[in-house]
């Protein structure tokens, strides 16, 4: 079963803190996403890579860096963590530009 | 910019009621239309449309693209407590950009 795998299901991490969220596929997919989703306000794209070392910023990347250094990762950076970054965040990729497969989701607190 | 709108953004029914979503779009090349049911973690796929008036039919669970009026619905019949998901219809365009999301439909199924 393909599979798209976030390391963290649950994260609690302190104000200023630098946060990691990594994501593996195991697709050789060579499209992957990184989303935020918050009630009221649906999925929202903070950047996403076509390919290995490139990367583009999505709607809402400020205060979030992107890292691809082998086709199967793409890690989620929080530099300096906010509480407005709390949030459900979810990985995605995909073959081609419309058949998305999720990770589980990683549930980031930020107090 | 491209824009999806789901409605209702809630919605409660009882068992065995049929349901109807709603999802309208904005999109400069449309290329593809999408259904995702969340449960209490990553997004699954349920339909892609391209083509208008191709009913798509799983189980229960069917729906239909309207190309003309830039709509889409989603139709659940004898709905079960199962059924109790956020529905997110997202839309591709033609270019090489990623999928936009609406904000979701939260459906509620109660016994």
């Known amino acids: 079963d393909v599979k798209v795998t976030q390391s963290s299901r649950y994260l609690v991490k302190r104000t200023g803190e630098k946060v990691f969220l990594e994501c593996v596929q195991d697709?050789?997919?060579?499209?992957m996403f990184w989303y935020r989703q918050d009630p009221g306000l649906g999925l929202r794209l903070i950047y996403f890579s076509y390919d290995v070392k490139m990367k583009e910023k999505g709607d809402i990347p400020e205060g979030y860096s992107v890292s691809r250094e082998k086709k199967e990762r793409f890690s989620l950076i929080l530099e300096s963590a906010s509480t407005n970054q709390t949030s459900m965040y979810l990985c995605?990729?995909?073959?081609?530009?419309?058949?998305?497969?999720f990770g589980s989701g990683t549930r980031l607190t930020v107090v | 910019e491209d824009k999806v709108v789901q409605s209702p953004l809630s919605l409660v029914v009882h068992e065995g009621d049929t349901v109807t979503l709603n999802c309208s779009y904005e999109v400069t090349n449309f290329r593809s239309l999408l259904w995702y049911k969340q449960e209490k973690k990553a997004p699954t796929f349920l339909f892609m449309l391209?083509?208008?008036?191709i009913e798509k039919k799983s189980g229960r669970l069917s729906s239909i693209l309207d190309k003309k009026e830039l709509f889409s619905i989603l139709n659940i019949t004898a709905t079960q407590t199962g059924d109790s998901a956020v529905y997110l219809c997202a839309v591709a365009d033609s270019g090489n950009t990623p999928l936009v999301f609406g904000k979701g439909t939260r459906l509620s199924v109660i016994a």
């Open positions: 697709m050789d997919h060579e499209n």
């Open positions: 391209t083509s208008s008036g």
């Open positions: 995605a990729s995909s073959l081609n530009l419309y058949g998305y497969t």
